[in-house]
């Protein structure tokens, strides 16, 4: 059997090609990268019998079009962006047998921001220092054009297909509410402002892979300045530079950071940062390390 392939006629705003990311290379300033919406990543492949680390297609937005060159078994995951199959609306989180010239649409998001394609078999791609997964700022790969072709792997790899339950799905929304862990430099603004910080309503102004920026009525005050001596950032970690405006990294965040930090988003909230569209609302709640641990392993079960 040959191994089948996606056209990308055209790519939307952002399409790209992203698995778990690759860990264990920041110590050389390379950040993980990987899928925004990790949860999303790892059910669609799931559900087609992949690994959970395989490579699928990560659509941003609208106006993404991609034609079937070969019969595939699809997963359709993450954001509601109201994907239709010639024509015809399609399922979310259910097995979709595509055929040969069938065309898949990704047109008005209606929930969330980042859809996944998980394909069975996977995605052929360049491999970089172990994973296939695009991180166009250190030259890993780009974003894929009009034209191009994708190859996938039409063979099972013989791991049962898990199918997803109502309870497996999560709901987005334009206001979240996000656990954060505190940090150790939390000292280093003013009591009044954190006591802002864990109660206001704070506006998603403008976001990429990389971070998002936020913004509310009051500026954040330091107690001597915003920059610190250079510390490691993670997915999640919450930077307030001199505009007193709180900043959340991402996957594709830098290694280290100079800000002072006021916490970290917990793991199990990510998703919601990865499907937040400009104009969202956040709010936070600070959680202990030890509670924080207690839902990612009831998260997990």
């Not at 559900?47 to 990560?58: F, K, P, T, W, Y």
């Not at 659509?59 to 954001?79: H, K």
């Not at 330091?222 to 490691?232: E, M, P």
Request: aromatic fraction near 8%.
């Amino acid at each position: 059997m040959s191994d089948g392939a996606i056209k990308v006629i055209e790519p939307g705003l952002m399409l790209t090609i992203q698995d778990l990311g690759r860990v264990g290379y920041q110590d050389i300033g390379v950040p993980v990268s990987g899928a925004l919406d990790r949860y999303a990543l790892i059910l669609g492949n799931r559900m087609v019998g992949n690994e959970d680390h395989a490579a699928g297609l990560e659509v941003t937005y609208s106006g993404a079009e991609l034609e079937c060159l070969d019969s595939l078994e699809i997963v359709i995951t993450g954001a509601d962006l109201s994907v239709q199959l010639d024509g015809e609306d399609v399922e979310r989180y259910a097995l979709l047998h595509v055929e040969q010239g069938q065309v898949l649409t990704f047109n008005q998001p209606k929930a969330g921001v980042r859809a996944y394609i998980c394909i069975a078999g996977g995605v052929k791609s360049p491999v970089y220092l172990e994973s296939q997964s695009t991180y166009e700022r250190g030259g890993f790969g780009k974003r894929l054009e009009s034209g191009e072709v994708i190859h996938v792997a039409s063979q099972s790899n013989g791991i049962a297909q898990y199918k997803a339950s109502i309870e497996d799905i999560p709901t987005y929304t334009k206001e979240v509410t996000l656990r954060v862990i505190e940090s150790p430099y939390a000292d280093k603004f003013t009591a009044p402002s954190i006591d802002y910080f864990y109660q206001a309503e704070y506006v998603m102004k403008k976001g990429d892979r990389m971070g998002c920026v936020l913004e509310a009525g009051e500026q954040l005050k330091h107690l001597d300045g915003a920059d610190i001596v250079s510390n490691v950032t993670t997915f999640g970690t919450i930077q307030v530079p001199s505009s007193g405006q709180p900043m959340i990294l991402l996957a594709d965040r830098q290694t280290t950071g100079g800000y002072a930090t006021l916490g970290t988003v917990i793991t199990v909230d990510h998703y919601k940062l990865a499907q937040l569209p400009p104009g969202g609302l956040v709010r936070f709640k600070k959680v202990t390390l030890k509670e924080a641990e207690s839902i990612l392993s009831d998260w997990r079960k």
